[in-house]
């Protein structure tokens, strides 16, 4: 009786899968879990995609302000050598 149980067609003996049955509770168990991973996942993406957009707009603002310091040392610089010019090198 044993023998013919075990050459049955979808017996766990014979090397084949399990039935759909005992499948189907093992994936939808393990389906919630990966559900939740993913949701652990995205949170942690969309964190880190936050912080990277504020990074970047204190970047841009850093930006903003160094462009405008270096023309404002190039204006200085031009205002100086215009003076030295009209002073006569500088006496």
Request: hydrophobic fraction near 35%; proline fraction near 3%.
């Amino acid at each position: 009786m044993w023998e013919a149980c075990k050459q049955r067609p979808g017996s766990h003996d014979d090397g084949e899968d399990p039935p759909d049955r005992e499948h189907s509770i093992v994936h939808r168990l393990a389906a919630l879990d990966k559900r939740h991973n993913q949701r652990e996942v995205i949170a942690g993406l969309i964190t880190r995609i936050e912080a990277l957009e504020e990074e970047r707009r204190v970047l841009e603002l850093t930006e903003a302000w160094l462009h405008q310091a270096i023309w404002d040392l190039m204006r200085r610089k031009k205002e100086l050598s215009d003076r030295i010019d009209r002073n006569g090198d500088g006496e």
